[in-house]
T-cell receptor, first 113, second 116 residues
């Protein structure tokens, strides 16, 4: 069975500061990895994904994430936070041969002016 | 808009009533997934369907919940005799025929069920 752990259910950052959201997974084989963002009362929007190839993945809105197999991690970063980044972020994994996403508990980001 | 369409967006039901949530997948997608998001929690997988087939229902509660995806029309998630604990956001997602590395699951805007 696979699982996803997001360290920190709430993160507060100042506008312009680095955003770092942590995601660790457990899986018997390297899975496909995803980050989604959810704005209040809305659905999930895909930020970025890692399947194969380059381990540093760039996504929308200036976000990027790095797959580190040795650390079973897929942390999400953004160099400079913007007020519009305030949302909840979910890390998810899927087995290459599977169709089911397993989500972490989510991290709510608050951006202070 | 060719995205995943869910309706209703908001639904209020009294305890004991039935709730029906509908999902129309993206054009060209024949696989549908339902996820539930309880307050202050992440999304939990419920069921995965293809047209006229339930492929994986390992996340569905054993009682009161059912899902279908008929040959024609939207997928429906049905909750009978709702209880307060069913209050949650229910998300539908869809994907093409087969998920390969290049394919992504696309989510709808969600249906928020409130049981009073």
């Amino acid at each position: 069975a696979q699982s996803v752990t997001q360290l920190g259910s709430h993160v507060s950052v100042s506008e312009g500061a680095l955003v770092l959201l942590r995601c660790n997974y457990s899986s018997s084989v390297p899975p496909y990895l995803f980050w989604y963002v959810q704005y209040p009362n809305q659905g999930l929007q895909l930020l970025l994904k890692y399947t194969t190839g380059a381990t540093l993945v760039k996504g929308i809105n200036g976000f990027e994430a790095e797959f580190k197999k040795s650390e079973t991690s897929f942390h999400l970063t953004k160099p400079s936070a913007h007020m519009s980044d305030a949302a909840e972020y979910f890390c998810a994994v899927r087995q290459a041969a599977g169709n089911k996403l397993t989500f972490g508990g989510g991290t709510r980001v608050l951006v202070k002016p | 808009n060719a995205g995943v369409m869910q309706n209703p967006r908001h639904l209020v039901r009294r305890r004991g009533q039935e709730a029906r949530l509908r999902c129309s997948p993206m054009k060209g997608h024949s696989h549908v997934y339902w996820y539930r998001q309880l307050p202050e929690e992440g999304l939990k997988f419920m069921v995965y369907l293809q047209k006229e087939n339930i492929i994986d229902e390992s996340g569905m509660p054993k009682e009161r919940f059912s899902a279908e995806f008929p040959k024609e029309g939207p997928s429906i998630l049905r909750i009978q005799q709702v209880v307060r604990g069913d209050s949650a956001a229910y998300f539908c997602a869809s994907s093409p025929d087969r998920l390969s590395s290049g394919n992504t699951i696309y989510f709808g805007e969600g249906s928020w069920l409130t049981v009073v």
